[in-house]
């Protein structure tokens, strides 16, 4: 496997590639500026990119969605809304390990979509803001009802408070919770650490 990680911030793409290449994935480095990511691309099975550069979308679009992208979160509150409707659809957390990092970037090659609890509750999060969730996505995508699951959730209310406050099932609140996540584009949202969570669960929130 071949790997291409990409930051503007040197010894963070250094410390990643040197994992990487410690589990065996042959890893090169660059940083957004450099226009030869599109030909490196080429010779790589993923990419990782931190998610912290005003050109992201440009370094996007050097990669031709051709590869498998890994967005790197390297701030409690990164632009994952932004990163998906780009089409990245694996994150690493900023509260994340290596071992993880590694797990996310080898599930990124099988197709995998990986979205840990923390990245989640920052799509969450963005419910609350009037405007527009991901480009492209009105709020009023969402449902009055999901609106408002989401908004509950991001205060931290498990499945069975939510339920309890909005005098409906568990089970209901769970499948409301998938669809905000579906239509927040950030694909399934699966396990992947001792830090993630099924889609429908926060790290706070009680099994339904």
Do not use: W
């Amino acid at each position: 496997m071949r790997a291409l990680v990409v930051s503007n911030v040197c010894f963070y793409r250094e410390g990643v590639a040197r994992a990487l290449r410690d589990d065996g994935i042959e890893t090169s480095v660059s940083d957004h500026s450099i226009p030869e990511i599109a030909q490196t691309t080429a010779l790589v099975d993923v990419v990782l990119v931190d998610l912290v550069h005003e050109g992201l979308a440009r370094t996007l679009e050097l990669t031709g969605g051709t590869r498998p992208v890994v967005g790197l979160a390297l701030t409690a509150d990164p632009p994952v809304a932004a990163a998906a409707t780009l089409g990245i659809r694996a994150f690493v957390g900023c509260d994340q390990t290596l071992a993880a990092l590694i797990r996310t970037v080898r599930r990124a090659v099988r197709g995998d979509a990986v979205c840990p609890a923390s990245i989640a509750g920052v799509l969450f999060a963005s419910l609350n803001s009037p405007e527009p969730v991901v480009s492209g996505l009105p709020a009023e995508a969402l449902t009055r009802r999901e609106r408002e699951i989401g908004r509950l959730v991001v205060r931290g209310l498990s499945n069975k408070k939510i339920a309890s406050a909005l005098i409906i099932e568990p089970a209901t609140v769970k499948n409301h919770v998938h669809q905000i996540l579906r239509k927040l584009d950030a694909g399934r949202a699966e396990p992947d650490s001792e830090n993630a969570a099924p889609v429908g669960e926060s790290s706070t929130m009680d099994p339904a």
